[in-house]
């Protein structure tokens, strides 16, 4: 059963525009919803995180919406440049488990053309 | 400087043998955490190290599967009599925190390269 579930699965950009990405969850113990950007060969880093108690966060060209009632996050990446082309991962933890265990999405991988 | 390293980067393992794979955490990191990602997927969670503590196990998906930390550093992740199944990139990762004091204040937790087992 998947519990974060992420669309699209690849997403093609062109420099400059505005690049979503969706996730939807189920489990409503979640509290806690960071997005993760990988880069080939690489491990996963932290780009933003947020908590139910805002409905959006910003952080430089990377905004977190978040619906609670909807059990919905995006991340959306203004002004996308190249060096965006990543794959980027949604992912939720529940407060239950100390926030020890993070439930990632699928990714979507991202491409921006010059 | 560093990050957490991990090693080996790239193992292939014959069908039934038993692998070792190491994580170097960064120094002083009081959390640890081992993920699995097969290819194409997301990451996932495998077993969670407080110190030296093993405290959450639940995503081992087999008992050929054990992880240690015995001195809250370094930690080494087993994979016995492997399964091709058992192919993917090994993550571990490290905070200087608690998980939960993490999620509160924002804080990362700090992924490693990975190693990269396949079984033939």
């Known amino acids: 059963q998947q519990q974060v579930k992420q669309s699209p699965q690849s997403l093609i950009v062109q420099k400059g525009g505005i690049s979503i990405i969706n996730c939807a969850y189920e489990?409503?113990?979640?509290?806690?919803f960071p997005w993760y950007q990988q880069f080939p060969g690489k491990g996963p880093a932290l780009l933003i995180a947020i908590r139910p108690d805002v409905s959006e966060k910003k952080e430089g060209r990377f905004t977190i919406s978040f619906n609670k009632s909807a059990k919905q996050f995006s991340l959306h990446i203004m002004d996308s440049q190249p060096g965006d082309s990543a794959t980027y991962f949604c992912a939720a933890s529940p407060s239950n488990s100390g926030y020890s265990t993070l439930t990632f999405g699928k990714g979507t991988m991202l491409l921006v053309s010059p | 400087g560093a990050g957490v390293s991990q090693s080996p980067r790239y193992k292939v393992a014959k069908r039934g043998q038993d692998v070792a794979l190491r994580c170097d955490p960064i120094?002083?990191?009081?959390?640890l955490f081992w993920y699995q990602q097969a290819l194409g997927q997301g990451p996932e969670f495998l077993t969670y190290?407080?110190?030296?503590?093993?405290?959450?196990k639940s995503g081992l998906p087999s008992d050929r599967f054990f992880a240690e930390r015995p001195e809250g550093s370094v930690s080494t992740l087993k994979i016995q009599r492997t399964q091709q199944e058992d192919s993917a990139v090994y993550l571990c990762a490290s905070s200087p925190l608690v998980p939960y004091e993490g999620a509160l204040s924002g804080n990362t937790i700090y992924f490693g390269e990975g190693s990269w087992l396949t079984v033939v």
């Open positions: 190290f407080q110190n030296e503590a093993q405290l959450d």
């Open positions: 120094s002083g990191h009081v959390s």
């Open positions: 489990n409503t113990a979640f509290d806690y």
